[in-house]
């Protein structure tokens, strides 16, 4: 093994939270921003987004991120506010955005359907990139895709079911249904060449489409570049050197660790490993690791979304692409309350799942809510 195989790969999480007061209503973070580094505003009201710093191990990533939702948890206990670990609200009507430029491209562009997106919070989790290996990497996390449906935290939305990951199916089948491209999950490429021609296609078409709904080229091209012009679940991150997994749901902290960590394994593992891409079911072994034809994994993803980890053929697939199943506690199976689910249940909901996350911390890092 040469010197550079042995180096640690680097990795990190970006966790958004719901925030709501002692009665479970939607609010805004406020100072919450200021808890701790990495706590940032996102682009609608009441989510707050928790970072961490690119980290070496996973007993380092685990006492960051712990160490910076605690911060956050006592000044919400300060302020009589809570954090929810669901991809979804449950149930709420019209969620505000924080008025900007982009997110007025994108209404422009996406039109009304970019009010599913308003009901999303989600966890992204970037792995450094190994020279040589970016496209193995990028194609290897993109046939692991359906493993979404290992913290699925959200089946509604406002208040009716609509799939065991209600965000997922929010962002690729309803809201940049008219933009596909934009949102979808894209198939393996060749090379990095590739990924590069496709992402300009991509912002050439999204700003072919923001001109002609109005919007002033130059003011496109002040907010969006090629990288950022693009909400497809997987990504190669020139900006962070990283490549980006972006499809599963916020979830407790404990859950988002082990699927990290699980990633960053399968991502170790890839490097001296022979990938090849063949046949319609996928299997990690010793010596190589193969992934399925991408028709397969779309197969395997859209399953996972509408029924999550319970299908017999997303947990065979994912037993063999080495994920321990059994090991992952998804919530969104265990919601059971009668539908339409009502706005004071959602509240009930939010209180009874903010009380989880602080319990999940607490159990994970005592010192971390001292």
């Known amino acids: ?98 008025p900007c430029d982009r997110t007025r491209i994108q209404n422009c562009v996406v039109g009304d359907d970019f009010e599913y997106v308003r009901h999303c919070a989600g966890t992204h989790i970037h792995i450094e990139q190994q020279s040589g290996r970016e496209i193995d990497q990028l194609n290897t996390l993109i046939a692991i895709d359906p493993a979404l449906a290992l913290v699925s935290s959200s089946p509604y939305f406002r208040g009716r079911r609509l799939a065991d990951s209600a965000r997922s199916k929010l962002y690729r089948w309803m809201a940049y249904n008219s933009v ?35 919007v002033d080229r130059r003011t496109v091209a002040a907010n969006f570049e090629p990288e950022s012009a693009i909400w497809t679940p997987v990504q190669l991150r020139a900006e962070f050197g990283t490549v980006e997994w972006r499809s599963p749901d916020a979830a407790l902290p404990s859950q988002v660790l082990q699927l990290a960590d699980a990633v960053a394994s399968l991502m170790d593992h890839l490097r001296g490993t022979e990938v090849r891409i063949e046949g319609e079911t996928g299997r990690v072994t010793d010596d190589k690791i193969v992934l399925p034809e991408f028709d397969a994994v779309l197969a395997y993803a859209n399953d996972a979304i509408r029924d999550g980890a319970t299908c017999d053929s997303v947990r065979s697939y994912l037993d063999r692409m080495g994920f321990d199943v059994d090991a992952y506690e998804p919530v969104a199976p265990t919601f059971d309350r009668p539908e339409p689910v009502t706005p004071r249940d959602a509240r009930e909901i939010r209180l009874d799942h903010a009380d989880r996350l602080q319990d999940d911390v607490r159990q994970a890092a005592p010192v971390a809510l001292d």
Request: charged share 30%; proline share 6%.
């Open 1 to 98: 093994m040469s010197v550079h195989e042995s180096e640690p790969i680097r990795r990190s999480i970006e966790v958004e939270y719901w925030v709501i007061d002692d009665a479970g209503r939607l609010v805004e973070p406020g100072a919450l921003v200021n808890a701790t580094p990495g706590a940032e505003r996102e682009f609608v009201e009441p989510l707050l987004e928790v970072k961490t710093t690119p980290c070496e191990t996973a007993t380092e990533l685990r006492e960051e991120l712990l160490d910076r939702l605690g911060a956050v948890l006592r000044r919400a206990d300060d302020l009589g506010k809570r954090l929810v670990p669901l991809s979804t609200p449950v149930n709420a009507d019209e969620i505000q955005e924080i």
């Open 180 to 214: 596909p491209h934009q949102g979808w999950l894209w198939s393996y490429l060749n090379d990095t060449a590739e990924w590069d021609r496709r992402l300009e296609r991509r912002y050439d078409e999204f700003v072919t489409a923001a001109v002609d709904a109005g």
